[in-house]
């Protein structure tokens, strides 16, 4: 795999146009209004919150996608549409409708995103004349892959991005995504979006299974808070146009274009948690050893939610008793007597006891700005990476200190 | 039921003598050892922590009950004795045998919990001639009461005491409780304790059954962090000296003892939740209408750990988003159309949409010191109450800004 040297935006694959603007939605004038659109039909999939309460655009572009077929995106930020009942739904179908007019595109090739305030409905008087006019400036390159980068983000401090471009059997083929989440749009809730677009030629069932792949190993191994919002999404369009042999069936091509999504999702996943509210920390569990799969991701849950295990990270303190502690609330199957446990490398527990580790080596690594957790679990041969973040005062402060 | 209106500690119910002394485990030279002693075997029943890291003593204790009897409880604060292995184990036996020939009972009726520091060996040079020399200072009344429930602190505020007294077919029989929590032991985890004695006649089957269910309700459905101890614990000796007619089955007199006993337990709870760890409020969460009752508990779960819901509280914001967020992600069965959600009782969620309630009415509920979340899901007939604390910075400063 070739790694760009430079990070690229969603115009970067071929075949794809973009535009970020302001249509009023946010009372602090920043943009809200994101367009992407792919010149021709795109293989499409998605992946949704698993809320029992999902926001009306999740349930809108959820159905649409279905077809495995998408030629646009629509984004708003500052309202999401969430806990709008059917008015809401009508909203989220008003908005791919007036982008499916503009594109002359089915309704249902157009999918939809909403991010911000909960309870509230979307200013469709601001929305809809919005879109019609942020349709004029699509365009591809730098400058708009920023701007579509920024007009997604609610109070995320910085924008995300990653691309890769990977050789496949002699042809190019781009994937760059963009992403926002760990911003609270005042006073709601912290919701993750990825969209992701590639010139790869790909069918529909391929493409999901890609996309299924890589979200599981990163969005989905990712903590900040432990709290799902009801509107996260991950989408990808795949426009073909990197003249690739079509990818409908695993083997190499797939391979190594499922490689190339896992490394974009990932770099997005880390950005995310990077910039989670409050986080001045981020660290890594590596779970090992485990009887099951689902044990593997009990345990890596279980410790990036702890909030006993967040602050000692935040303190820097090597607290390896609290790590003990979330491996044996997690569900999965433990044997303390087969149970090792290093934090940088440093063994602190193995099997049964106390490793008697250097206490100063231990606090020069949690001192770092990346905190690395090895958990052996002794039983098995499943294992499963998580991220998490630290726990601080200012996520108090952030989550706390204002009214709705 | 005659509630007492003076609370009474464990040497209240008849048959029990108790002592809280120093040995010398803190630092601080605080208290931390305590003997409970019945002048007889007592009907015992005990719940342990669900960890699969469960400490030295829990797994020693969790063997002494399985028989339904027990003479004495040994307890020291200030070193947990989890995560020492077979030696701790070892350890747990000596301090069970050294009170165990001061009884004159068998080793096995002797029940030990130990809380505070995690990974390291108990002081047995100190434990056990303390446990003799504690021996000697047995007796009733108020003032040891006060003494016994100081010494099983670690760095609680303040210590947890409850009474109950009882009048079964003419008889009155007396409980009492003492618990810990929320307090850290430096520098390391959490850990609830609770000892009940009664004086009440009653099998050990039906003991264990209403101390299971008392601990259910309460308990288990209170939430500070959502961290595990490894050595949660809560026992109950009963010596039947109240001279009721022995409870051997359901019934009335049953009805009448465990309902007391739930009371107790209750009230030790709230008290634990309102000593939680930087917490300035409690609030209570009321799931109706669940599909079945795991549901209801998802959704108390959930909600109580929530870190978005408990910054919501502490910052007095009825931000009901974050409920619907929560009860969205718990896991249950929930259709949002027939969901409702009501903040101190008032409205703010009916059946899929904003219920417009009145944001001054929410908000002074929300700045009192007890907060009320009433969830009716709309789908069957199961409910739970739950309990909950705010989040606070002091949160973090407990539980971040030390070293280990």
Not at 364 to 370: I, N, P
Request: net charge positive; proline share 3%; charged share 20%.
């Amino acid at each position: 795999m070739t790694e760009s040297t430079q990070v690229h935006g969603v115009t970067h694959p071929r075949g794809f146009r973009a535009a970020g603007g302001t249509c009023g939605i946010k009372a602090s004038g920043k943009p809200d209004l994101v367009l992407i659109v792919a010149d021709n039909t795109c293989a499409a999939a998605g992946m949704f919150t698993t809320s029992k309460v999902p926001g009306a655009p999740v349930i809108v572009s959820r159905r649409h996608v279905r077809g495995g077929k998408a030629r646009a995106i629509v984004v708003n930020s500052g309202c999401s549409n969430v806990a709008t009942g059917k008015d809401g739904e009508r909203d989220a179908l008003t908005m791919c409708r007036t982008l499916a007019e503009q594109v002359g595109c089915p309704l249902n090739q157009v999918l939809v995103c909403s991010t911000g305030i909960i309870g509230r409905r979307l200013p469709m008087q601001k929305i809809t004349p919005g879109i019609a006019s942020l349709y004029k400036d699509l365009a591809a390159g730098a400058d708009v892959d920023a701007k579509v980068a920024t007009a997604i983000l609610t109070t995320d401090l910085v924008t995300k991005t990653a691309s890769r471009t990977v050789n496949i059997a002699g042809q190019e083929v781009r994937l760059a995504g963009i992403a926002k989440g760990s911003g609270m749009i005042q006073p709601n809730m912290a919701t993750m979006l990825a969209f992701i677009t590639t010139d790869a030629a790909i069918s529909p069932a391929m493409l999901r299974a890609a996309l299924k792949d890589a979200v599981s190993a990163t969005f989905n191994r990712t903590s900040i808070d432990h709290d799902t919002s009801t509107s996260d999404s991950a989408m990808i369009l795949a426009s073909g146009e990197a003249g690739n042999r079509p990818i409908t069936a695993k083997g190499k091509p797939f391979s190594a274009f499922a490689a190339a999504l896992l490394e974009v999702c990932a770099e997005l996943a880390y950005q995310i948690v990077k910039d989670g509210e409050g986080a001045t920390k981020v660290f890594r569990v590596n779970v090992t050893g485990a009887k099951s799969m689902k044990d593997a991701d009990r345990v890596g849950y279980t410790i990036t939610g702890s909030p006993l295990v967040k602050t000692a990270v935040h303190g820097a303190d090597p607290n390896w008793g609290r790590l003990a502690m979330a491996v044996g609330r997690s569900g999965a199957a433990v044997d303390p007597m087969k149970l090792t446990m290093s934090i940088g490398g440093i063994a602190v527990f193995a099997k049964g006891v106390n490793a008697d580790a250097d206490l100063n080596a231990l606090e020069a690594h949690m001192k770092g700005s990346e905190v690395q957790f090895d958990i052996d679990l002794g039983l098995g041969k499943h294992q499963a990476q998580w991220l998490g973040c630290d726990l601080s005062r200012e996520y108090i402060t952030i989550n706390a200190d204002y009214s709705t």
